[in-house]
């Protein structure tokens, strides 16, 4: 994504905004969402997806192994809609939040604990507004999909969109450059590994799959837990000095961490079965045992 259409996008944030979330972008991701449904119909028809997608219901979100049948599965045009919308918004994300954490936009925010919460950052109300627009969108569209109906998926997206209301406070924006920005970078190689295996893309689909594994394990296996240790030093100071804004907004923050911190932790015990798998160690010392 060029820093071209990252102006022009963030040119249009906030103009409609209502709680951090800009009602004309929700309707704009709408209609996004229904073109390119349309345009994938013209080109798959009524084809029902088949496919496995990552993080689905059980089973890795296979179709066959949640007992669906094909009549109960989604269109393939439903998959290719979301997914290109998803990569769009993921990578804005990445190249935001990994150009304010490194360019010193995060630094800038301020070095003491108390700045660290409630300093402003320019580059994490863009995040925070499309983000919250986003999740809006999100959780009607994955309470839709039978493919992502779950309660990993609608609990994540739900929390997010909460998080995101109420960190226009403003309330850490410096972490949030982080949470909702760099730590995205993973999350492109995931929905073009979602688009490919419903386009069939063999090669592009293993190389993703190779970039997804590696980005999650360095960005939120490894480096989300030291980010969120810096987190939690900062949230129970301010408990401590009585100078939080809201204890309950805080302790939601601080749950949510929890929550959000497992599923990286459930996620990365499937991506690393999944590479065991792939290199012929789990799959193989399996197979060796049966034998």
């Known amino acids: 994504m060029s820093q071209q259409m990252v102006d022009i996008i963030t040119s249009q944030l906030g103009k409609h905004t209502v709680a951090n979330i800009d009602?004309?972008?929700?309707?704009?991701?709408?209609?996004?969402?229904v073109v390119l449904n349309l345009a994938a119909k013209a080109v798959y028809g009524n084809k029902r997806n088949t496919g496995a997608v990552m993080g689905g219901q059980g089973d890795g979100g296979d179709p066959?192994?949640?007992?669906?049948?094909?009549?109960?599965?989604?269109?393939?045009?439903?998959?290719?809609?979301?997914?290109?919308?998803?990569?769009?918004?993921?990578?804005?994300?990445?190249?935001?939040?990994?150009?304010?954490?490194?360019?010193?936009?995060?630094?800038?925010?301020?070095?003491s604990a108390h700045e660290r919460l409630y300093g402003r950052s320019e580059a994490f109300e863009k995040?925070?507004?499309?983000?919250?627009?986003?999740?809006?969108?999100?959780?009607?569209?994955?309470?839709?999909?039978?493919?992502?109906?779950?309660?990993?998926?609608?609990?994540?997206?739900?929390?997010?969109?909460?998080?995101?209301?109420l960190a226009n406070h403003p309330f850490l924006h410096y972490y949030?450059?982080?949470?909702?920005?760099?730590?995205?970078?993973?999350?492109?190689?995931?929905?073009?590994?979602?688009?490919?295996t419903v386009l069939r893309a063999?090669?592009?689909?293993?190389?993703?799959?190779?970039?997804?594994?590696?980005?999650?394990?360095?960005f939120r296996t490894f480096y989300w837990p030291?980010?969120?240790?810096?987190?939690?030093?900062?949230?129970?100071?301010?408990?401590?000095?009585q100078t939080v804004h809201s204890v309950a907004a805080a302790g939601f923050f601080l749950f949510a961490n929890v929550f959000l911190t497992g599923l990286q932790l459930?996620?990365?015990?499937k991506i690393i079965a999944a590479v065991g798998e792939t290199l012929g160690l789990a799959g193989g010392a399996a197979k060796k045992h049966a034998d």
């Open 64 to 111: 066959k192994k949640q007992n669906l049948q094909e009549s109960q599965t989604s269109p393939v045009s439903q998959i290719i809609a979301y997914n290109v919308i998803a990569v769009g918004y993921a990578t804005f994300c990445a190249v935001v939040g990994t150009t304010a954490w490194y360019d010193g936009s995060a630094a800038a925010v301020g070095g």
């Open 23 to 33: 009602l004309a972008l929700v309707g704009m991701i709408i209609a996004l969402h």
């Open 266 to 269: 459930f996620w990365t015990t």
């Open 127 to 165: 995040l925070g507004t499309l983000t919250a627009s986003y999740e809006v969108y999100n959780v009607v569209a994955v309470s839709i999909i039978a493919e992502y109906r779950n309660f990993a998926f609608i609990g994540h997206h739900s929390i997010t969109l909460v998080l995101a209301v």
């Open 202 to 218: 063999g090669a592009l689909l293993e190389l993703c799959r190779g970039l997804f594994a590696f980005s999650f394990l360095a």
């Open 226 to 241: 030291v980010v969120s240790y810096g987190f939690w030093q900062d949230v129970l100071h301010a408990y401590n000095s």
């Open 176 to 196: 949030g450059i982080f949470f909702f920005g760099l730590s995205g970078i993973s999350s492109v190689p995931l929905a073009l590994i979602e688009l490919f």
